[in-house]
């Protein structure tokens, strides 16, 4: 498995516009490596590090559930028990670490299958206590785990160019059978003699396999009557995919 960057994250919140002084504000500090988890045929476990780099002692919960997506980018989440990990429930005292070992019951397909992995700190026990002041923000980190077949091959399509309200649609599918990430999504208007009179760059993000992510682009710029095409255009990796929407009536409100 590839080596990837260390996930840190640190939450804090105080109370703010009040007129008494504030309760002490508690800060939670957990660290995650990788970010990404890959399992294969012939490497069929991972190691997922926790680290508590926090003050406090925390208690961490570990789920797992199978990830889809919607239309919007939305991940659809159900509980699953295709991935198998070991401790579920553990306690990091402050500078501890802890290794949790991950895993798969199912058998590796044809076309990837996607998970999340949630790793979630707990309010502390009863037992433990906490002063009735302290406020806390408790962090709850989502790590993609992906059950990849022996030739994972992303293919990345752009399509379903249509123009409503003044409002630009498109579709980046991914008909292939191995996720993939955009690096970039750049939309641009261009006028009558091909001079670019808008750009918008848009938030790449997963797109897995056997799904579509839909972008919807409105054009509110005075700009809007000018423009005589749209073009969007997004790089995978060293694919770059270019489609062309004519708009001969500019891109402005009806």
């Given at each position: 498995m590839a080596c990837t960057p260390r996930l840190a994250v640190t939450m804090m919140t105080g109370l703010l516009g009040l007129a008494f002084p504030a309760p002490e504000a508690r800060a939670a500090s957990l660290s995650v490596n990788p970010t990404k988890i890959q399992l294969t045929r012939d490497a069929p476990r991972a190691l997922l590090n926790l680290k508590n780099e926090g003050t406090a002692p925390t208690r961490i919960q570990i789920t797992a559930h199978a990830w889809d997506q919607g239309l919007d980018g939305q991940m659809e989440l159900r509980p699953t028990t295709d991935l198998v990990f070991f401790p579920s429930l553990l306690v990091l005292e402050p500078g501890q670490s802890r290794a949790i070992r991950v895993g798969t019951t199912m058998r590796f397909a044809a076309s990837e299958r996607s998970y999340r992995i949630f790793v979630e700190e707990l309010p502390p026990s009863a037992s433990e206590g906490q002063q009735a002041s302290a406020v806390r923000m408790y962090t709850r980190l989502g790590i993609p785990v992906f059950l990849r077949p022996e030739r994972p091959e992303p293919r990345?399509?752009?399509?379903?160019?249509?123009?409503?309200?003044?409002?630009f649609t498109f579709r980046l599918a991914n008909a292939g059978t191995g996720h993939f990430v955009p690096d970039s999504v750049v939309v641009r208007g261009v006028t009558a003699s091909g001079e670019p009179a808008l750009e918008r760059k848009l938030t790449g993000w997963y797109v897995l396999a056997g799904g579509a992510r839909e972008f919807k682009v409105p054009f509110d710029s005075p700009e809007c009557s000018r423009i005589r095409s749209l073009v969007v255009e997004a790089q995978v990796d060293q694919l770059v995919l270019k489609e062309q929407l004519a708009t001969p009536q500019g891109t402005c409100r009806p």
């Open positions: 990345p399509a752009l399509g379903g160019l249509s123009l409503d309200e003044g409002a």
